[in-house]
Structure formats: C-alpha cells, structure tokens
C-alpha cells in the first residue's frame, strides 16, 4: 500500500499527527519500535491551545 504520510514514533505527538491527517483523508502509517504501547509512568500537563486542538479533532473531553 502507498501511504502519503509515515510517521515515526508512535507517542502522543505522532498518534495525534496520525488522526487528524486520517480525517483529512490522508493514508498515514504509524512506526513505533516497540511492541506494545504501555503507561510509562510519567506526566502530561496540556494548555488551553492543545485542549482546543484536541477538541477539533473529536478527541477533547466534551
């Protein structure tokens, strides 16, 4: 299959990057080296811009 984008890394920034480029109706392939994603036991602080940018693309809390 031929994608349009290819994305490296399989982290917050690059599964959010993924989703909102499939709703515009792009291929997109994720890769991530390692097997499983898993809680790692750190900490996200997001501000008002990213909850914004996270509503728009359906992902917000409502």
Not at 7 to 19: D, K, N
Not at 27 to 33: G, S, T
Not at 40 to 57: D, E, F, S, T
Request: hydrophobic content about 45%; charged content about 25%.
């Amino acid at each position: 299959m031929k994608y349009d984008f290819i994305i490296a890394g399989g982290g917050i920034a690059g599964l959010t990057t993924a989703i909102a480029l499939q709703k515009e109706g792009f291929r997109v392939k994720v890769l991530e080296r390692t097997k499983e994603l898993k809680e790692v036991g750190a900490g996200l602080g997001l501000g008002a811009n990213a909850w914004k940018g996270l509503a728009r693309l359906e992902m917000g809390i409502p």
